[in-house]
């Protein structure tokens, strides 16, 4: 039952992202340009991925590939993974020198511990709570020790994941110590975090965190 519940949901992902590629695409079209924060905290990343000596980086999904060409331009051998074939398809033409795959982010097509660095940024907002350490545990499995993860979300105060409404599909937001205690229950070692503004009139908090696997 609970599989048939996972891929209900993520099916029900892919077809919505699928319906908005052309307008998701233009809204990101400015590749982080208006939002500092994230922009620093992705370089960042890559700064510390490059400093491993392993370049090979998934971004997990990678929308319409702004971020994957970003992370290429920083240095790293960035490749895309998406659910939505609509998404892939755009992300392809738009950055033809790099590599897009669909795949879904509890079953990655990278062998084990191969990548220097998985960025998933607001990638794991629609994934239920209960199936998010699978998730995680899944991008453990592809990083290489000393490999990073950047995870970025919606943060929120409270006892647990809240759900909302998001634009798309249906999203959480997560207590920024509960998230980080998930990722150390995959066997990451959380070290850095940044909690800024507001992302939307619900005063959700536009949230990164740095985690590095033993």
């Known amino acids: 039952m609970r599989g048939h519940q996972e891929a209900g949901h993520q099916d029900r992902t892919r077809t919505a992202y699928d319906g908005v ?5 233009s809204m990101f079209a ?14 960042t990343f890559a700064e510390l991925v490059r400093g491993t000596g392993n370049l090979r980086t998934a971004d997990v999904g990678c929308g319409p590939g702004h971020l994957t ?10 490749f895309g993974l998406d659910l939505s074939p609509g998404m892939i398809g755009h992300a392809r033409q738009a950055h033809p020198a790099l590599r897009f795959d669909e795949a879904r982010m ?4 990278v062998e084990d511990g191969a990548l220097g660095g998985v960025l998933a940024h607001y990638s794991m907002i629609h994934t239920p709570p209960g199936e998010l350490p699978a998730l995680l545990a899944e991008q453990v499995r592809v990083l290489a020790p000393g490999g990073l993860l950047m995870a970025s979300f919606f943060g929120t105060e409270g006892p647990g994941p809240v759900r909302f409404d998001h634009k798309v599909a249906p999203a959480y937001s997560w207590p ?20 800024h503004d507001p992302a939307s009139e ?8 740095l985690a590095r696997r033993p």
């Open 106 to 109: 509890e079953d990655l097509p």
């Open 30 to 43: 400015d590749r982080l340009e208006t939002q500092p924060f994230a922009r620093s905290m992705i370089g």
């Open 202 to 209: 619900r005063g959700y908090l536009d949230t990164h965190v």
């Open 176 to 195: 920024v110590e509960q998230f980080a205690e998930l990722l150390a229950g995959a066997g990451l070692i959380p070290f850095a975090r940044l909690l």
């Open 21 to 25: 590629v052309e307008l998701y695409a």
């Open 69 to 78: 060409a970003m992370l290429s331009e920083l240095g790293l051998d960035a």
